[in-house]
């Protein structure tokens, strides 16, 4: 049998009429509702493509550089790379287009001592940096021409002529060539009595977009 309200005890009828409002509120109250929100993933710095930089039909990728003996050694070289900065998969070669006149004088102008590395005039404007490589640097030249930066990295390596030749033109996206075809699709200069061999090649780049170090012994 139910009991009144008159029946039970004035602590119980308080109780019980506070039960009461509280769920008489929280049923005239506006219903909870819960949202699921997936956070974004923390941006991931994604170097530009190739073919964001670089309208189509046009060379992607411009390697131009120089070597010259460093011994008496047929395998001992002085490596003078000169590229623009763009990405770390691309070097376009409009950022270079604004030095490559200093490139040819800094060239000449070099000069080779008996003992130690060359010495040379720098071109105004060229700024000598320190660069992390892994490739020992003697040292590195940027210049930079409005938004267009490059670099011109001095190094000391071995390997064989051809092979540093070919490497770097497979690195601009273009065939090997033969040993009889070095004077021909190469430039090659006499700087203070030494056979300098020049390379510029352009093409549509190769695998890694010319990551790859260029004169690592084969």
């Given at each position: 049998m139910l009991l009144g309200i008159h029946a039970l005890s004035r602590p119980a009828v308080v109780r019980?009429?506070?039960?009461?409002?509280a769920l008489a509120l929280a049923g005239c109250g506006p219903t909870e509702h819960v949202s699921k929100y997936t956070a974004p993933k923390d941006p991931q710095e994604k170097p530009a493509a190739i073919d964001e930089q670089t309208p189509a039909g046009e060379d992607r990728v411009r390697?131009?550089?120089a070597m010259a003996p460093a011994s008496d050694k047929p395998d001992d070289w002085y490596v003078f790379k000169f590229q623009g900065l763009k990405s770390s998969d691309t070097y376009p070669p409009k950022l270079i287009e604004p030095h490559t006149a200093e490139f040819e004088t800094f060239l000449k102008s070099l000069k080779f001592p008996a003992d130690g590395p060359p010495t040379w005039t720098v071109p105004p404007g060229w700024e000598e940096v320190t660069v992390q490589s892994a490739m020992p640097r003697v040292t590195t030249f940027r210049m930079k021409s409005g938004d267009a930066t490059?670099?011109?990295?001095?190094?000391?390596?071995?390997?064989n002529l051809l092979a540093n030749v070919n490497r770097w033109r497979g690195q601009a996206g273009v065939g090997p060539i033969e040993e009889a075809d070095v004077e021909t699709k190469c430039r090659v200069l006499t700087v203070d009595g030494r056979r300098?061999?020049?390379?510029d090649a352009s093409g549509p780049g190769g695998k890694g977009g010319g990551m790859t170090p260029p004169f690592a012994k084969p």
């Open positions: 019980r009429l506070g039960i009461v409002v390697i131009l550089g490059a670099d011109l990295a001095i190094s000391r390596t071995g390997g300098v061999v020049v390379v």
